[in-house]
């Protein structure tokens, strides 16, 4: 089947503790993001990488860091310095990151904070 | 901001009514799309629509966008309960190649 994969589809975070997100596709897309969403809101673009080896920030990609080294992973860290990281994490991917392209989304994974 | 704003943000009908959510937004767009999340769950697409067409049909969905208004509407007709979901337009802008989503609308089918 081909699709998007996140895991762990739950992660607990110390304070202080840096953690890695994993999302992983076989759609041979070349165009991956990272979402936050926050609870009965909306999507916020965290970062998003339309080639390997390259990526962008979003609008809220402090305490945020990607890297894009295999154009099937786009793992995302939440570093210590994101004072508030609760929340759910959406991965998506594009076939090129051009315009007029619909997104496809992974199950999610939910950070919660211990 | 940028962001589109949904309307109304929580939706409860009856089983076989009809839905209808709305989103507005500010700048000029390439394509606004509506996506459809059920709980817990990421986001699925339903329909793109670019800024030169007017309405979309995909089954039970029809979609309007009306650019001088800068809106448009999504409606899901003989509602059924397995409807119940989120619903998010996303926006996107001329010049970005990214999306923006609005907050969504819960929508509720009650059996």
């Known amino acids: 089947d081909g699709g998007i994969t996140q895991s762990p589809k739950y992660l607990f975070r110390k304070e202080g503790q840096n953690v890695t997100l994993s999302c992983e596709q076989n759609l041979n897309h070349d165009a991956m993001y990272w979402y936050r969403q926050d609870p009965g809101q909306g999507l916020r673009l965290i970062y998003y990488?339309?080639?390997?080896?390259?990526?962008q920030k979003g609008d809220i990609a402090e305490g945020y860091s990607v890297s894009r080294e295999k154009k099937e992973s786009f793992p995302l860290t939440v570093t210590s310095a994101q004072k508030n990281p609760t929340a759910f994490y959406l991965c998506?991917?594009?076939?090129?990151?051009?315009?007029?392209?619909?997104?496809?989304f992974g199950p999610g994974t939910r950070l919660l904070v211990l | 901001s940028q962001q589109g704003e949904e309307d109304p943000q929580a939706l409860s009908i009856q089983e076989g009514e009809n839905a209808t959510m709305n989103c507005s937004y500010k700048?000029?767009?390439?394509?606004l799309q509506w996506y459809r999340q059920n709980s817990g769950r990421g986001l699925v697409h339903l329909i793109l629509?670019?800024?030169?067409?007017r309405e979309k049909h995909s089954g039970r969905l029809r979609v309007t966008l009306d650019t001088s208004k800068k809106s448009s509407s999504l409606l899901i007709t003989a509602s059924r309960a397995a409807d119940t979901a989120s619903y998010f337009c996303a926006t996107e802008f001329q010049g970005a190649q990214k999306l923006v989503f609005g907050q969504g609308t819960r929508l509720t089918i009650n059996p």
């Open positions: 990488s339309q080639i390997v080896n390259d990526f």
């Open positions: 700048t000029s767009i390439n394509n």
């Open positions: 998506a991917s594009t076939s090129s990151g051009g315009v007029q392209e619909t997104q496809y």
């Open positions: 629509i670019r800024s030169n067409e």
